[in-house]
């Protein structure tokens, strides 16, 4: 997974701000909320990079900017040296075939009315032009390589668990042989051991293909498991990026401590300490009194 600091970006993000308008019509003003502050990464062919902080952080609308699903209101996005901040809808179509996503939630990101073989053969049929019968042999070949039984492809959405559906979603993105692909939260809904099975499945296959990930996460846990380097977001602003070893074993930045110790542990004494860390580390970030300053 890790990828040389001599490779140029595939994914290259610059300044990147984004701004949300809502319109109050009793006061006949917009108001601007601007969850993402000039935020600058990048990610070589082959690498991890994972997204980390809390909900309402500003990591998802990240992604999103990326997908061009999120208003984008500075900054610029490369991708293979390709601007693409602003790009149009037929160019996001052929975008398609680059970059495609894996969504949080396994039970909707796949239309329950349409079987696993139409699901995973639109893709096929629409952007790479093949016929019905070239698209069922890949669709079983995505299929067997993601572990799901053949005649998955006769079923529909509703008949799987929760982590065979997240695998029929990775299937599907990786129908059209993406160099990058968009993690948002992907194993959040599902229980550990199915995790665990899924985070497994994703470094196989990019180990097998070389793509890319933008791994979107709350979970520092996870990501000291799955990615190479990490980003960390709070109030929409990175305060914090390395590798997995730097950050989460010696973090630097008061959030990011936050962050690490809000991890479970199974010790009731020791998630009694990690809890207290956790909240000096909260008021030392918002500059607050810590509580080492008066008797506890």
């Avoid at 939630?105 to 796949?110: A, E, T």
Wanted: hydrophobic letters at 40%; one cysteine or more.
């Amino acid at each position: 997974m890790n990828a040389s600091n001599l490779t140029p970006p595939l994914l290259e993000v610059s300044e990147l701000s984004v701004t949300y308008a809502r319109r109050q019509a009793w006061r006949r003003k917009v108001l601007e909320t601007r969850v993402v502050k000039s935020v600058s990464f990048s990610i070589a062919p082959g690498e991890t990079l994972a997204v980390v902080g809390e909900s309402g952080s500003g990591k998802t609308s990240i992604g999103r900017a990326i997908l061009g699903l999120a208003p984008v209101s500075g900054g610029t996005i490369r991708l293979d040296g390709r601007d693409i901040t602003f790009a149009d809808n037929a160019e996001r179509r052929r975008l398609a075939s680059d970059m495609q996503v894996i969504f949080q939630n396994p039970y909707g990101s796949l239309n329950p009315s349409l079987t696993v073989g139409d699901i995973l053969t639109e893709p096929l049929r629409v952007r790479e032009k093949l016929s019905q019968t070239a698209s069922l042999k890949i669709v079983q070949q995505l299929l067997e390589r993601v572990g799901m039984p053949a005649d998955a492809a006769n079923r529909y959405p509703g008949n799987f668990s929760g982590g065979q559906r997240q695998r029929i979603a990775i299937a599907r993105a990786l129908s059209v042989r993406p160099r990058l692909v968009i993690c948002d939260e992907p194993t959040s809904a599902l229980d550990v051991s199915t995790q665990a099975t899924v985070l497994d499945l994703l470094a196989e296959l990019q180990r097998d293909t070389g793509m890319s990930y933008l791994f979107i996460s709350h979970d520092l846990a996870v990501v000291r498991r799955f990615a190479d380097r990490v980003a960390v977001l709070h109030k929409g602003a990175i305060v914090e990026t390395g590798s997995v070893e730097a950050v989460c074993d010696h973090p630097e930045h008061p959030y990011t401590r936050a962050l690490i110790a809000a991890a479970p542990v199974p010790d009731p004494l020791l998630q009694r300490a990690r809890r207290q860390a956790r909240l000096r580390a909260i008021q030392l970030a918002a500059g607050q009194p810590q509580p080492g300053q008066t008797n506890e």
